[in-house]
């Protein structure tokens, strides 16, 4: 069973940095489009960031563009998402997301075929 799992939430300063990290297991998502998504309370999901199968193509939501940065490592099948400059309205769960195609993905949540179990980061100001 495809099984997605975040890591790095927790407490962070405004002004600073986070790095999430999610791995992949029980199949391999080296042919998927990798993303995050993110949920504040009381709020819809909504899209963050997203990389393509390759890697060579990444998408970003206007709150993360130029402070956000995903990456991924198909070896260790993982995604990561770093954003710099935290505000407190960074303030969520993250759920990591894995769906055919990032153009997809970002324009519905639909579209997302598996998804983390969420990791909350908490940027006090």
């Known amino acids: 069973q495809a099984q997605l799992v975040e890591s790095g939430g927790g407490l962070a300063q405004a002004g600073g940095s986070l790095r999430l990290s999610c791995i992949g297991s029980g199949h391999t998502f080296a042919s998927a489009a990798m993303g995050w998504f993110r949920q504040a309370p009381g709020k819809d999901r909504e899209f963050v960031a997203a990389?393509?199968?390759?890697?060579?193509?990444?998408l970003y939501a206007d709150s993360v563009q130029g402070r956000g940065f995903i990456s991924r490592d198909k070896a260790k099948n993982a995604v990561f998402l770093q954003i710099h400059s935290l505000k407190p309205e960074d303030t969520a769960v993250y759920y990591c997301?894995?769906?055919?195609?990032?153009?997809?993905?970002?324009?519905?949540?639909?579209?997302?075929?598996?998804w983390g179990q969420g990791t909350l980061v908490t940027v006090s100001s």
């Open positions: 997301a894995a769906a055919r195609y990032m153009t997809t993905m970002r324009a519905s949540s639909t579209h997302v075929e598996a």
């Open positions: 990389i393509s199968f390759t890697g060579d193509h990444t």
